[in-house]
């Protein structure tokens, strides 16, 4: 039997501050199978408006994932750019788009099932 590497489970979201498994601590976070970095914005450019890039889940399909949950920010108000949505769709890779605490449950749900990716961010 194949042994899947899982996406790190989050354990705690509080304002400006996610939590996961093992200890690390992020503001904004990439989570995949197998790992977690800091999503830092300024590597793609990344603002509210339009929101998440395509560059800025590429890393997430490079790890393996094949379901990826973006989360638009406590309050909703980070976007996400058209381009990414379809590139995700042309890719064959399933996309949920959520309120962050609802992204955080999701994500944990899927974490036990299949390859996940996420994008999270844990503020506005």
């Known amino acids: 039997m194949e042994h899947q590497v899982r ?6 979201l509080s304002w400006g501050r996610l939590e996961i498994e093992g200890g690390d601590v992020f503001k904004d976070a990439k989570l995949f199978p197998g790992g977690a970095v800091e999503w830092d914005w300024n590597e793609t450019d990344t603002h509210h408006v339009p929101g998440i890039q ?7 399909l490079e790890q ?9 920010g406590v309050y909703e108000r980070l976007g996400v750019c058209a381009q990414t949505l379809a590139m995700l769709k042309d890719q064959g ?14 994500y944990n749900d ?12 844990s503020m506005c």
């Open 7 to 12: 996406s790190p489970r989050i354990t705690h």
């Open 54 to 60: 395509p560059a800025d889940v590429q890393v997430l």
């Open 64 to 72: 393996g994932a094949t379901v990826v949950v973006l989360s638009k």
């Open 93 to 106: 890779v399933a996309a949920h788009v959520l309120q962050t605490e609802r992204a955080v449950q999701l």
């Open 110 to 121: 899927l974490r036990e099932i299949e390859p996940v990716g996420g994008l999270f961010h």
